[in-house]
């Protein structure tokens, strides 16, 4: 059984920066993608990034963060990241972690995803 634990939320000024964390544990095979999502009380839960983890460890990206975040995985740690920069007010959102099997992923679908972490709490002060 998957199962995905994020830390490394917290509060933070405008402008300041924060790395979120998922351990992934219980795997057999690393899931072929890997992503981050945040959702705000009343709205859907929205793709942030997201990265093929074999072959080229394509990325993706919303086009909304403009270049400020980056995804990257580390498998010696069983870990996906998050680095969060120069963040924004309109940042503040629970983020989650989450991952697939399947081959055919459209990044941005919340449905395209299986296992899901609780999410950690990000806040961003202006």
């Known amino acids: 059984q998957v199962q995905l634990v994020e830390s490394g939320g917290g509060s933070v000024q405008a402008g300041g920066s924060l790395r979120l964390s998922c351990v992934v544990y219980?795997?057999?095979?690393?899931?072929?993608?890997m992503g981050w999502f945040r959702q705000v009380p009343g709205k859907e839960r929205e793709g942030v990034a997201a990265?093929?983890?074999?072959?080229?460890?394509?990325?993706y990206y919303a086009d909304s963060l403009e270049g400020r975040f980056t995804i990257a995985q580390d498998n010696a740690k069983s870990t996906l990241y998050l680095q969060m920069n120069s963040l924004k007010p309109e940042d503040t959102a629970m983020y989650y972690c989450?991952?697939?099997?399947?081959?055919?992923?459209?990044?941005?679908?919340?449905?395209?995803?299986?296992?899901w972490g609780q999410g950690t709490q990000v806040t961003v002060s202006s």
């Open positions: 219980g795997y057999t095979y690393w899931p072929n993608y």
């Open positions: 989450a991952a697939t099997y399947r081959a055919d992923v459209r990044w941005y679908l919340v449905g395209d995803f299986g296992y």
């Open positions: 990265i093929y983890t074999g072959g080229d460890g394509r990325t």
